[in-house]
């Protein structure tokens, strides 16, 4: 007891060091508040393959929060996103088995067999003689001995034009220029007679452009309306009452969009329209802003919940809340429509439905560019956005 006060006493007297506190560490699969407000977004949720899609043969499966992909010993298998992206930062952790075979694919094609001659492949494979693990095969063969094996391995993985690079466990392995592949899909491997298991596989796209100045409306046109739209101290763009709508000048196809959102109030009602014809009042794909769910759970949203595809596709979840920053990220891309909130994928759609007369998407699909607009619903209105970037998507 005598030596349990005096070390007490000491401790407290600052006679005894302390090590010092680490960091708390995000939970598996989990973004951090800082991720989520640079731009990141998960791929995969740790609980679900939403937004992912497997071709070939092998057989892919969640498991102690990761995603395991095990393949026949004659044959081979993807787990590919749904979204196609261009420029980015990539994140994921691999785990794999001695007699398997894996990599991460870049840039790969939306349909079909993906290769190492159609995409970009980061090796999975400790024992390949040509291109170990942390090279880019065809391109650049790693200099530095990467194990992977029985063990979970970090790539850190940056492609922004023809530049290519790749970290494992954090020290470098690639830094190449290459210009074959310009976008496409993220694609996992399972080849051989084990199995291979992927976690924490997040990306943030690269090379957006900003399109609101934060210090006046230039680049912005207001449709006639009710809406009062301004610039506040802050370098938001605000709307008060409705309807109103006010639309970019310029005018994008396939993109990516990211903007930052504030509800000032309880449910408010408003929305980001894409692809909207010019001039017309909300008129085009609505990336529907509404902070409401069903009693306690988030996972029935009222009238589509942020982060749905308004008349489309209803909010998986809404995770944002009034009164505080959220972060949305719209990818466009073809018929392929995807929806993230804080990171978190809601909406993942493929819209099928012919055009329509009026070449607008609130009477039918359209895959032309039109305008970026935001939404003044009603008189309740009180919203503001600011960090409105864009990056236009390659052509497939």
Not at 87 to 94: K, S
Request: proline share 5%.
């Amino acid at each position: 007891m005598f030596a349990l006060i005096m070390g007490l006493a000491l401790t407290l007297s600052g006679g005894v060091k302390t090590a010092p506190q680490e960091k708390p560490i995000a939970p598996l699969n989990a973004l951090t508040p800082k991720q989520i407000e640079s731009g990141w977004i998960q791929l995969f949720d740790g609980t679900t393959t939403f937004g992912w899609k497997a071709r070939g043969n092998a057989d892919w499966k969640l498991t102690d929060d990761s995603v395991q992909g095990t393949a026949p010993e004659t044959g081979m298998g993807m787990l590919c996103t749904t979204s196609a992206f261009a420029d980015y930062e990539l994140h994921a952790e691999a785990w794999i088995e001695e007699n398997a075979n894996s990599g991460i694919f870049l840039r790969a094609p939306l349909e079909g067999d993906v290769t190492a001659d159609n995409a970009y492949e980061v090796n999975i494979y400790d024992w390949h003689k040509k291109w170990p693990t942390g090279s880019i095969n065809n391109v650049q063969r790693t200099k530095r001995k990467v194990k992977s094996v029985l063990r979970w391995t970090s790539f850190d993985i940056t492609a922004e034009g023809d530049h290519l690079v790749v970290l494992a466990d954090g020290k470098k392995t690639v830094d190449a220029h290459d210009s074959k592949h310009s976008g496409g899909v993220i694609a996992l491997q399972s080849w051989g007679k084990g199995f291979v298991r992927f976690r924490n596989v997040r990306i943030r796209p690269l090379s957006l452009k900003s399109i609101f100045n934060g210090k006046d409306l230039t680049g912005w046109k207001p449709l006639p309306g009710k809406s009062v739209f301004s610039v506040t101290p802050d370098g938001s763009l605000n709307i008060k009452n409705g309807g109103g709508d006010i639309q970019t000048e310029e005018q994008w196809g396939d993109f990516i969009l990211q903007l930052d959102i504030y509800s000032n109030g309880d449910h408010l009602n408003s929305g980001v329209f894409f692809r909207s014809l010019p001039g017309v009042f909300w008129g085009g794909y609505e990336s529907q802003v509404r902070n409401q769910w069903e009693g306690n759970d988030r996972t029935k949203p009222v009238d589509y919940g942020t982060g749905g595809l308004y008349n489309r596709h209803p909010s998986r979840k809404v995770v944002s809340s009034d009164r505080e920053w959220f972060y949305m990220t719209v990818l466009a891309n073809g018929a392929h429509i995807a929806i993230w909130i804080n990171g978190f994928q809601t909406t993942d759609f493929v819209d099928t439905a012919p055009v329509g007369r009026s070449g607008s998407a609130r009477d039918g699909s359209r895959t032309k560019p039109g305008v970026i607009s935001l939404q003044g619903h009603d008189p309740t209105t009180d919203l503001s956005f600011k960090n409105i970037r864009v990056v236009e998507l390659p052509k497939p």
